[in-house]
């Protein structure tokens, strides 16, 4: 009977021993667990706070940069101290979009106006583009000049200004070049292509429908009819007898009588001198300190993005160039 009870009791102190390194693996598991499961939320909660924090970082950085921005302009719309010379480029084709389109050049042209500086120069150096632009630029300058009466606004040719960029120019008081800068222009162009005769040798059929009658006006793909030429001829004319008018009413009597003046001729810097076309020979470093007693020069020219010069120059400038030069000319003073 001992025996047995010691067996018993053996066997009882064993069952609880059993137990007990069961309780203790469990004990041990969960506490593994609950630590995995905290370093994993401590893990999940840095991680959190790091992106918080990124974001926080942008908002602010957005903010300051928007609060620069709006500073940058307050100051270009109440005036800079000192006396200055306000700074407008105008470069490249004239065409809506781009950056020497009518809307970034009328607002950089009403923000140096607005700063009050000696003199506005626009420095230029375009072969011309659109008409629409370009008579919207030069209206602009003519309203400016009106509103400040006291601030002249000079135009300075770099390389070219050509057709379009003249446009502009003529609205400015004066217009100063290089003598070998080239100027003028005055003259509208539409160009284009006819595929009528290459698409008859290899076989193509144009099949186009039209409602009505002069709907396929200059279709490259179908001839070209007498009446349509002598229309857009017409339509020409009509274009560039604005262009001379405004020429003529920026020039005044500084123009000299030449036949070839309003032909689109372009001539030399020192030859536009002799034709009034332009005033005098003079940079913009000449111009600010000569001219305005302002050697100071504060840029106020469009500023464009990498992203937006990137679409613009490999996107937009390409399709444009397909859609007007293949397939619907536009008229251009250029």
Not at 91 to 110: K, N, V, Y
């Amino acid at each position: 009977m001992s025996d047995d009870n010691d067996e018993k009791r053996a066997g009882g102190r064993d069952g609880r021993s059993d137990r007990d390194d069961r309780l203790g693996l469990g004990e041990d598991w969960a506490r593994a667990t609950l630590e995995k499961l905290a370093f994993a939320a401590l893990h999940e909660q840095r991680r959190s706070r790091r992106w918080t924090l990124a974001f926080r970082f942008l908002v602010i950085t957005l903010i300051v940069a928007l609060f620069l921005s709006y500073e940058g302009a307050q100051m270009r719309a109440t005036g800079l101290a000192g006396r200055f010379t306000a700074l407008v480029r105008m470069d490249g084709t004239i065409q809506e979009g781009g950056p020497a389109s009518a809307r970034p050049i009328d607002a950089a042209l009403r923000h140096a106006f607005a700063a009050h500086p000696a003199g506005v120069i626009l420095d230029v150096d375009s072969p011309g583009g659109s008409p629409v632009q370009a008579s919207d630029i030069n209206a602009e300058i003519w309203r400016l000049r009106a509103r400040y009466p006291h601030i002249p606004v000079y135009a300075v040719v770099q390389d070219l200004c050509a057709s379009g960029c003249y446009y502009v120019a003529v609205a400015a008081d004066r217009i100063y070049a290089n003598p070998a800068s080239l100027v003028g222009s005055v003259g509208v162009l539409m160009d284009g292509f006819g595929y009528t005769r290459l698409m008859h040798k290899i076989g193509v059929t144009r099949r186009l429908l039209v409602a009505g009658a002069n709907k396929d006006f200059l279709d490259p793909f179908s001839p070209l009819t007498k009446a349509h030429k002598a229309f857009a001829e017409k339509m020409l004319a009509q274009i560039h007898e604005q262009f001379i008018q405004a020429v003529k009413k920026g020039r005044g009597d500084r123009l000299r009588p030449h036949p070839g003046l309003f032909s689109g001729l372009i001539w030399t810097g020192y030859r536009a001198r002799e034709l009034g076309l332009i005033d005098g020979f003079g940079t913009v470093g000449q111009v600010a300190r000569h001219l305005f007693n302002a050697p100071r020069i504060v840029d106020f020219s469009p500023k464009e993005g990498l992203v937006t010069r990137f679409a613009q120059h490999l996107g937009a400038t390409m399709s444009q160039t397909f859609v007007t030069q293949w397939l619907s000319p536009l008229p251009r003073v250029q």
